[in-house]
């Protein structure tokens, strides 16, 4: 078993690798390490190998864990991955510096709110429900002109990309490349879509920002 560091020194070769991949995005994709549910120890790890960038889906566990951490971190960047309800909107902005789920009005105005309150920075993705999928976060495609419409003229949120996580047992590459396709009628430029099981494929269908959890930790459960 490779150690964190070589796990981690692997993942970036492959981002790196991907560019050479026509559809690629132009920089290296930025790897996001999804570090929910997982010991302390571990985190500390990826730590000392150099990755400061961390993904989240719950903003009271990632409080737990990131809080002092941030601390001793100063360059640290948290992502938020997870759905978030409109109650816990000021606490996520307090915590987070990118938002990967804004996907109703409710959250939208809710994390404007407090963005501006608190004038703290976040930048934010929408996340798309590519495959209307009734039980899925994320806008359905159907209604994502009015709901962009609405990000763009009643918040100032600085929306940054799109995000998707596609059916399970559906062929990832179609979804990633609708999200491109998707992005690109609104000159979005950051697509976060692919995870351990689908990354390569991810980046190679123009990934920005890649979120990888059990490909570099292990799996949570075990
Ligand atoms: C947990 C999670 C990930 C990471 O999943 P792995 O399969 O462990 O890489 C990525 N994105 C989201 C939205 C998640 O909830």
Redesign the pocket.
């Known amino acids: 078993m490779p150690t964190l560091a070589a796990r981690l020194t692997g993942l970036q070769h492959t981002i790196t690798q991907s560019r050479k991949h026509p559809l690629a995005c132009t920089g290296d994709a930025q790897l996001?390490a999804?570090s929910?549910q997982q010991p302390d120890a571990l985190i500390d790890a990826a730590l000392q190998a150099g990755q400061r960038v961390f993904?989240e889906?719950r903003v009271q566990e990632a409080q737990q864990r990131w809080a002092q951490r941030r601390l001793l971190y100063p360059d640290l960047e948290l992502h938020l991955?997870?759905p978030l309800q409109s109650n816990k909107a000021a606490e996520a902005v307090a915590l987070f510096d990118v938002i990967?789920?804004i996907d109703r009005p409710k959250i939208a105005h809710a994390v404007d709110h407090a963005i501006r309150e608190q004038q703290k920075p976040v930048r934010c993705f929408i996340q798309v429900n590519t495959g209307e999928e009734p039980q899925k976060a994320g806008v359905l495609p159907d209604a994502l002109d009015d709901f962009v419409a609405l990000c763009r003229t009643e918040t100032q949120l600085e929306i940054v990309g799109l995000?998707c996580?596609p059916p399970v047992g559906a062929p990832p590459a179609l979804h990633f490349l609708l999200l491109r396709q998707i992005a690109a009628c609104y000159q979005f430029s950051g697509l976060s879509m692919g995870?351990?099981?689908d990354?390569d494929t991810a980046l190679r269908c123009g990934a920005t920002h890649v979120?990888?959890?059990?490909?570099?930790?292990g799996?949570?459960s075990g």
């Open positions: 996001i999804v929910k993904g889906n991955i997870g990967h789920t995000m996580i995870m351990s099981d990354y979120r990888i959890g059990s490909r570099l930790f799996s949570r």
